[in-house]
């Protein structure tokens, strides 16, 4: 009797600042304005690496793909969120739930394994340099970056689906901006050990392996470093490497943050907490998105002449 009571659901209702409405406006008009320079940021950077030839290296190429990366994620996401910021809508379909779920787990992941590209691209430049035009041939980098593309596609599908396919049979509300996955799981009216395990298991794939080869790419380009006798050239190396570090910490942080607590604070966790997570998980997912052009443009020298460049020329074509 009980199964065939219960009302299974059909669609979701994202809380968001629901329970803070005077935060709305103000919140609405900071996303709004880091979403434009993020779309303004990202994109003037992928025309840049594609009409400046003196960018048509492997660093540049994830760089860009690291780019339209943060253009797909934040536009996955944010114009949904600002329209719940000025109006009463909240709800969202099963299956917008699922395609939202499916490009934030996918964006994610896949920025972990090109961040981890980057460290081993960093490494052979640095650390084996007269080898590095064999090693990073434009089918290799190619490659690597198609690899973490497909990774991350393939795991959110897993992600997703096993999500989709747990029964939701009461409280549909998410206290949450996004169909975050751990945000959704604890609606479902079955045992979600499973999903945990795999979730776990995705974490250690996508968090803990590429952790593990920035980790040591840097060690060796650190020690490599220390030996040079040039001080330009030590000065060069730490210049290259700077920005992207500054970019791990801030995503990785981020990401350990969200994803990696013990799942106990999620099942068991309070509203007010839940709240809060939910709007610092969201704040983050803007925030790194814009500071990765800023961070670039403002440590590396060719970026800079390559946005100088383009600026120049589309001003001649005016």
């Known amino acids: ?59 540049y190429f994830f760089l860009g793909n690291l780019f339209f990366l943060d ?15 000025i109006s009463k809508k909240r709800n969202i379909s099963f299956s917008g739930c699922a395609v939202q779920m499916f490009f934030g787990f996918a964006m994610g992941s896949t ?33 690597m970056a198609s690899v973490s593309w497909l990774s991350g596609g393939i795991s959110s599908i897993v992600q997703t689906s096993l999500a989709m396919q747990l029964p939701f049979c009461g409280n ?12 959704v799981l604890i ?4 045992d979600i050990s499973v999903n945990i395990v795999i979730l776990a298991v995705s974490n250690i794939a996508f968090l803990v392996l590429p952790l593990l080869v920035v980790f040591f790419s840097y060690m060796f380009i650190l020690y490599t470093t220390l030996r040079m006798n040039s001080a330009t050239g030590r000065h060069k190396a730490f ?13 990785y942080g981020t990401i350990f943050f969200m994803y990696a607590k013990p799942k106990s604070q999620d099942l068991l966790g309070k509203d007010n907490l839940q709240a809060t997570e939910g709007l610092v998980s969201m704040f983050y997912g803007v925030v790194t998105p814009m500071l990765n052009p800023i961070i670039y443009s403002l440590r590396n020298k060719d970026v800079k002449a390559a946005i100088k460049y383009s600026l120049s020329r589309k001003a001649i074509n005016q």
């Open 1 to 59: 009797m009980d199964k065939i009571n219960q009302t299974f659901v059909r669609e979701f209702i994202l809380l968001g600042l629901s329970g803070y409405p005077k935060l709305k406006i103000i919140f609405f008009a900071l996303i709004l304005i880091m979403y434009v320079v993020i779309l303004i940021g990202n994109g003037v950077l992928i025309i840049a690496s594609i009409l400046d030839s003196r960018l048509h290296m492997p660093m």
């Open 71 to 85: 253009i797909c994620y934040t536009t996955s996401s944010i114009p949904s969120t600002l329209v719940s910021l």
């Open 111 to 143: 920025e972990c394994f090109l961040l981890g590209m980057m460290a081993f691209d960093h490494y052979v430049a640095i650390c084996n340099p007269l080898r590095y035009p064999i090693i990073m041939t434009k089918v290799v980098y190619v490659l």
């Open 172 to 183: 549909n509300i998410i206290n949450h901006f996004l169909c975050e996955i751990l945000a």
């Open 187 to 190: 609606l479902a009216c079955a």
């Open 239 to 251: 210049s290259t490497c700077s920005a992207h570090l500054t970019v791990v910490i801030i995503f």
